[in-house]
């Protein structure tokens, strides 16, 4: 009896203790089972985003506007922050009627903007397509990437162009305006093209009114922007007309990857060669060390007989100059020149030579062409869209050639046709104004026209005039398939190492990455004038010995200064280059064709061979011929050696017959004479 009142006692105490403490344990397995069902539901949230980020494809965080791009191994990443001119309080919407895919996104800031991104890749290659559409014309897109450490190549704003671009590079360029400003690269050709040493690569669409600032409005950045600013677009563009910015960024394995992706989206190669003679020998200009830019006769005859005498090859005499009564007729000047075709006859007999003329799209108000074409509205008129507009060229004033209106356009291909028939020229070359080559604020017959599509209407108007590849022209855009010279001259920078050679090796690189394989080394901008005999004052003779060596491996080069001006040591080592481009260069060329027409350049920075060199990607100062030749020309004047980087392969010195192996530095001794040219080769070839 005691025991089971013990029992009952104890029994109860449980109940006792139950109930009090229901509540708690209730709260326990509550607290228990949540835990369970959190850790079930991040389990499977986490396989979900983590799924998610394997199929991701844009990397854009919406209120930050920061956007990633990995490259396909993730082993680099180009990052940016787009929107820059949005206020950070404005937050974004999905764009309605827009579906949105992994590899679409469109989001819409009200009354603001719209940006769209898509993606894509290619082989070793993955890409954004950005585009922005502004909502008001007072809003302009601006976008800013990194920079990084890495080096960049493309084109610059400076007046002495340098290779890689890197974050030390300041240019702020825009092609809108009527002045070049030394504008470097953008003088020869207008592509907004960038690629890194990584693989980040940076194309924007020609009909964009872009705006690059590197490296200048956010330190450690290029930022883009699309904006109708400058003289070209006028006072109406700038008030009225909405923003738009469309352009392509991509992250490839290496930059070579990267670089043939972007090559093909600008015009395909050519498919010929130029005129031989434009390419097996040099050009000579009648200019020469004259202050004048009035041509005659007697200056051709000059030239072609110093050509003899000195038995020198000749490609053609360029007449640089005015060769005209007045400018515009295109009509040569009968008391200048009497009989061109005599004079033709005489300088291909004299010195094997052809003809080459320069011309410009200027118009004198006094010319018969500037009364007959006024009434057609043949020239490019001012802001009001009325008169013609005036820009200054050669100390007097001008109406300028609208090319954008066909009418116009027909006419001056009638009339430098019938200059080609009557004088047999058919070789010519096209410049433009400097510093001044398009009037303020100028009204053209198309509407949207952009300076990249202006400098194409140009360029495919020059060619049109009759059917050999035998022209040359000063500025391009978006030609990259006809067969002509793009023409690059070579500055002068007082370093602190002395006088150099500046700009003519970047320049010549970078129109090769943006597809212009015929590139001329179009002689030396050395102005400096001398008053006691009234000339121009020659470049110091070592310097210009060094040019005659670094134009020698150049597609084409012209002589602005002949050498026979210095000596006749001077003259045998020109000579001997015209040897040396016709027993190497030329054939080279020949041989190139088929890269050529793929859209591969001639001269090539010497990471070509190489892209995962890290050392080869930062070299400016030496290039290859295709990928055999490796030149290292020597850029500065008193110099008695330099360094020279090999990249990967065995590599013959053709002065010495050395041999050499890269990845490598040499300290490479040189004597006035030396040219350092090196062939790879195969180890079976011996010394």
Same mark, same amino acid.
């Given at each position: 009896?005691?025991?089971?009142?013990?029992?009952?006692?104890?029994?109860?105490?449980?109940?006792?203790?139950?109930?009090?403490?229901?509540?708690?344990?209730?709260?326990?397995?509550?607290?228990?089972?949540?835990?369970?069902?959190?850790?079930?539901? @991040?389990?499977?949230?986490?396989?979900?985003?983590?799924?998610?980020?394997?199929?991701?494809?844009?990397?854009?965080?919406?209120?930050?506007?920061?956007?990633?791009?990995?490259?396909?191994?993730?082993?680099?990443?180009?990052?940016?922050?787009?929107?820059? /001119?949005?206020?950070?309080?404005?937050?974004?919407?999905?764009?309605?009627?827009?579906?949105?895919? =992994?590899?679409? /996104?469109?989001?819409? %800031?009200?009354?603001?903007?719209?940006?769209?991104?898509?993606?894509?890749?290619?082989?070793? *290659?993955?890409?954004?397509?950005?585009?922005?559409?502004?909502?008001?014309?007072?809003? !302009?897109?601006?976008?800013?990437?990194?920079?990084?450490?890495?080096? +960049?190549?493309?084109?610059?704003?400076?007046?002495?162009?340098? @290779?890689?671009?890197?974050?030390?590079?300041?240019?702020?360029?825009?092609?809108?305006?009527? =002045?070049?400003?030394?504008?470097?690269?953008?003088?020869?050709?207008?592509?907004? !093209? @960038?690629?890194?040493?990584?693989?980040?690569?940076?194309?924007?669409?020609?009909?964009?009114?872009?705006?690059?600032? %590197?490296?200048?409005?956010?330190?450690?950045?290029?930022?883009?922007? &699309?904006?109708?600013?400058?003289?070209?677009?006028?006072?109406?563009?700038?008030?009225?007309?909405?923003?738009?910015?469309?352009?392509?960024? #991509?992250?490839?394995?290496?930059?070579?990857?990267?670089?043939?992706?972007?090559?093909?989206?600008?015009?395909?190669?050519?498919? $010929?060669?130029?005129?031989?003679?434009?390419?097996?020998?040099?050009?000579?200009?009648?200019?020469?060390?004259?202050?004048?830019?009035?041509?005659?006769?007697?200056?051709?005859?000059?030239?072609?007989?110093?050509?003899?005498?000195?038995?020198?090859?000749?490609?053609?005499?360029?007449?640089?100059?005015?060769?005209?009564?007045?400018?515009?007729?295109?009509?040569?000047?009968?008391?200048?020149?009497?009989?061109?075709?005599?004079?033709? &006859?005489?300088?291909?007999?004299?010195?094997? #030579?052809?003809?080459?003329?320069?011309?410009?799209?200027?118009?004198?108000?006094?010319?018969?062409?500037?009364?007959?074409?006024?009434?057609?509205?043949?020239?490019?008129?001012?802001? &009001?869209?009325?008169?013609?507009?005036?820009?200054? %060229?050669?100390?007097?004033?001008?109406?300028?050639?609208?090319?954008?209106?066909?009418?116009?356009?027909? +006419?001056?291909?009638?009339?430098?046709?019938?200059? $080609?028939?009557?004088?047999?020229?058919?070789?010519?070359?096209?410049?433009?104004?400097?510093?001044? @080559?398009?009037?303020?604020?100028?009204?053209?017959?198309?509407?949207?026209?952009?300076?990249?599509?202006?400098?194409?209407?140009?360029?495919?108007?020059?060619? $049109?005039?009759?059917?050999?590849?035998?022209?040359?022209?000063?500025?391009?855009?978006?030609?990259?398939?006809?067969?002509?010279? *793009?023409? *690059?001259?070579?500055?002068?920078?007082?370093?602190?190492?002395?006088?150099?050679?500046?700009?003519?090796?970047?320049?010549?690189?970078?129109?090769?990455?943006?597809?212009?394989?015929?590139?001329?080394?179009?002689?030396?901008?050395? =102005?400096?004038?001398?008053?006691?005999?009234?000339?121009?004052?020659?470049?110091?003779?070592?310097?210009?010995?060094?040019?005659?060596?670094?134009?020698?491996?150049?597609?084409?080069?012209?002589?602005?200064?002949?050498?026979?001006?210095?000596?006749?040591?001077?003259?045998?080592?020109?000579?001997?280059?015209?040897?040396?481009?016709?027993?190497?260069?030329?054939?080279?060329?020949? $041989?190139?064709?088929?890269?050529?027409?793929?859209?591969?350049?001639?001269?090539?920075?010497? %990471?070509?061979?190489?892209?995962?060199?890290?050392?080869?990607?930062?070299?400016?100062?030496?290039?290859?011929?295709?990928?055999? !030749?490796?030149?290292?020309?020597?850029? #500065?004047?008193?110099?008695?050696?330099?360094?020279?980087?090999?990249?990967?392969?065995?590599?013959?010195?053709? =002065?010495?017959?050395?041999?050499?192996?890269?990845?490598?530095?040499?300290?490479?001794?040189?004597?006035?004479?030396?040219?350092?040219?090196?062939?790879?080769?195969?180890?079976?070839?011996?010394?």
């Amino acid at each position: 009896m005691l025991v089971k009142l013990c029992i009952f006692f104890q029994f109860g105490k449980q109940r006792e203790i139950l109930k009090k403490y229901k509540l708690h344990l209730g709260v326990a397995a509550l607290f228990v089972f949540i835990i369970i069902l959190v850790s079930v539901g @991040w389990h499977f949230h986490h396989i979900a985003n983590k799924e998610k980020m394997i199929s991701q494809r844009i990397f854009f965080e919406a209120n930050s506007k920061r956007l990633t791009l990995s490259d396909p191994i993730e082993r680099d990443e180009l990052y940016g922050t787009l929107g820059h /001119q949005i206020p950070s309080w404005q937050k974004p919407t999905h764009c309605l009627g827009e579906k949105e895919t =992994q590899e679409f /996104q469109c989001l819409r %800031w009200k009354n603001s903007a719209i940006l769209r991104i898509s993606y894509f890749s290619v082989p070793n *290659v993955k890409c954004y397509n950005i585009s922005w559409e502004s909502l008001t014309a007072e809003l !302009y897109p601006l976008d800013c990437f990194s920079i990084g450490d890495q080096a +960049w190549f493309g084109p610059s704003n400076q007046t002495h162009p340098k @290779w890689p671009i890197n974050r030390e590079t300041e240019f702020t360029f825009s092609a809108s305006y009527s =002045q070049n400003f030394d504008a470097g690269t953008f003088n020869s050709a207008v592509e907004n !093209y @960038w690629l890194s040493e990584n693989g980040n690569g940076l194309l924007v669409n020609d009909d964009i009114p872009l705006v690059m600032h %590197w490296n200048t409005m956010n330190k450690g950045s290029w930022c883009i922007t &699309s904006n109708y600013t400058g003289d070209f677009y006028g006072f109406k563009a700038n008030i009225h007309k909405k923003r738009f910015l469309n352009y392509t960024i #991509c992250n490839g394995n290496d930059p070579k990857s990267a670089h043939e992706y972007f090559r093909s989206n600008l015009e395909t190669g050519p498919e $010929s060669l130029p005129e031989k003679h434009l390419y097996t020998s040099p050009l000579w200009s009648t200019k020469g060390d004259r202050d004048s830019n009035t041509v005659s006769e007697s200056d051709v005859l000059r030239v072609a007989n110093d050509i003899k005498e000195n038995n020198i090859s000749c490609g053609s005499i360029v007449i640089d100059g005015k060769w005209e009564d007045i400018q515009g007729d295109f009509k040569f000047d009968e008391k200048r020149f009497p009989n061109i075709s005599t004079l033709q &006859s005489t300088v291909f007999s004299t010195a094997n #030579c052809s003809l080459t003329v320069s011309f410009n799209p200027y118009f004198d108000y006094k010319s018969e062409s500037f009364e007959d074409g006024h009434p057609k509205d043949h020239f490019i008129l001012d802001a &009001s869209g009325k008169v013609p507009a005036l820009v200054q %060229w050669d100390d007097d004033v001008m109406a300028m050639l609208d090319v954008t209106n066909p009418s116009a356009k027909a +006419w001056i291909t009638g009339k430098m046709m019938t200059l $080609s028939d009557r004088y047999k020229i058919k070789s010519f070359k096209m410049t433009y104004g400097k510093p001044t @080559w398009l009037p303020f604020h100028p009204t053209f017959y198309k509407r949207d026209i952009t300076p990249n599509k202006l400098k194409k209407e140009f360029t495919d108007m020059l060619v $049109s005039f009759h059917e050999r590849n035998a022209d040359i022209i000063e500025g391009t855009s978006h030609t990259q398939n006809l067969p002509y010279f *793009v023409s *690059v001259p070579t500055k002068v920078e007082d370093t602190e190492e002395g006088l150099c050679l500046t700009g003519t090796i970047p320049i010549a690189l970078a129109l090769g990455l943006m597809g212009y394989p015929y590139i001329m080394a179009d002689g030396i901008d050395y =102005q400096k004038y001398d008053p006691d005999d009234k000339t121009l004052e020659l470049l110091p003779r070592d310097l210009y010995v060094r040019w005659i060596q670094m134009a020698t491996f150049f597609p084409g080069m012209k002589y602005s200064t002949p050498p026979w001006k210095y000596d006749t040591d001077i003259v045998k080592i020109a000579r001997n280059a015209s040897q040396i481009h016709q027993k190497y260069v030329s054939p080279a060329i020949e $041989s190139l064709l088929s890269e050529i027409k793929a859209g591969k350049p001639i001269l090539r920075p010497i %990471w070509w061979i190489d892209p995962e060199d890290d050392i080869a990607r930062k070299v400016g100062d030496s290039f290859l011929i295709g990928d055999d !030749y490796l030149v290292a020309p020597i850029l #500065c004047e008193g110099k008695t050696q330099r360094h020279i980087y090999f990249p990967e392969g065995i590599w013959k010195d053709l =002065q010495t017959q050395q041999l050499i192996v890269g990845k490598k530095w040499i300290q490479y001794p040189v004597r006035m004479t030396s040219l350092p040219f090196f062939k790879k080769t195969k180890v079976y070839e011996g010394a």
